[in-house]
């Protein structure tokens, strides 16, 4: 059998370079080496509040964010979480073999239940149980995310042994695939936090929509370290942050890198910065926006009706050895 990836995204907000380079980047490269899966994640979408017309617009435009970098349909499979039952199906399955005390650690959901207080749902509580969902029902063999999901990732993979374990082999035991350089893009406003979707300051994040105009003034904002040196140093993390960007999306080597600047300053680093990234987004934006709407349509429904198929067996093998699927019938 061939090696499967699944990975998703939530639609909320927007994409930023971060989720590109940290995870979409790396989905592109590996759709050709193993039978792949991409998911817009839009039940985890409403772990917080959500606007329900702006949430099915948002479900669209990241699926046409995912055909734009280049995940292409002739060779994986792209779909819509809610479109596929047995998601959800699975997750209250694995919430019977799931700990308080384990979710209870997951840093995401301290960081994210934190700003919300008490308006906290049960939902965001048990998001990593979904997640694991997702990740379970297909064998998934790697997961490429970005270092924030690793956590979730270490859970995935306790609940399937602890499944595997109590009610008999059902599951494989994925393995994250994060990647070397790029797993976590800083803020360009505070180099010790990670660029985040959920961050109130609009200058923190380039945004793969962001026009022209505002890649430049961001790049232009971004916070630099004290020095005036333009290399790789993690006791330097702002210019580290932008060099790391530099480097993913030119791909050229650290050496070659420091090599260019090393008799530029901090202000000529961002505006060749701001270039490379419009020389990425604008053909990439193009894309987005040339996508119909029937095609979308075309390539949700078929992808949909794949993974279905793909995600049956491993549900109804799931619920048989729990004693569900019709388990309970005499004669069966
Ligand atoms: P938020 O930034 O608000 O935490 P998120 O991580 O929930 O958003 P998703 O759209 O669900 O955003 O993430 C999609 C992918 O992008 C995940 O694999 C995640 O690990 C990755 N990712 C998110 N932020 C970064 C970052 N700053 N650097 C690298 N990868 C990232
Ligand atoms: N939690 C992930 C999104 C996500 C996901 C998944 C990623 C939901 N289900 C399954 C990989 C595999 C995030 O990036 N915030």
Partial sequence: MPKR???????????????????????????HEYESLFCVVNLHAHTIQQDPKVLAEKTRELARIYLAVGIDPQVSTIFVQSDVPAHAELAWLLNCVTRMSELDRMTQFKEKGRK????????????????????????????????????????????AIRFNRDFGETFRVPDPFIPKVGARIMSLHDPTKKMSKSDENPNSSILLLDDADAV?????????????????????PAITNLLTIYQ????????EIEAHFADKGYGHLKAELADVTIDFLTPFQARVHGISDEELDAILN??????????????????????????HIAGR
């Fill in 116 to 159: 919300q207080r008490e308006n906290t749902s049960v939902g965001l509580f048990d998001y990593p149980v979904l997640m694991a969902a997702d990740i379970l029902l297909y064998q998934t063999d790697l997961v490429p995310v970005g270092e924030d999901q690793k956590q979730h990732l270490e859970l995935t993979r306790d609940l």
């Fill in 216 to 236: 430049r003034r961001k790049f232009k904002r971004a916070v630099t370290d004290s020095g005036t040196e333009i290399r790789f140093d993690p006791a330097r």
């Fill in 5 to 31: 990836i699944f990975s998703g995204a939530q639609p909320t907000n927007q994409l930023h370079l971060g989720n590109y380079l940290g995870a979409l980047r790396n989905w592109v490269e590996l759709q």
């Fill in 248 to 255: 993913l999306l030119t791909k050229q080597t650290p050496e």
């Fill in 302 to 327: 078929s992808g949909s009706e794949r993974a279905r198929a793909l995600a049956r067996p491993t549900l109804d093998a799931a619920q048989a050895h729990m004693g569900l699927h019709g388990s």
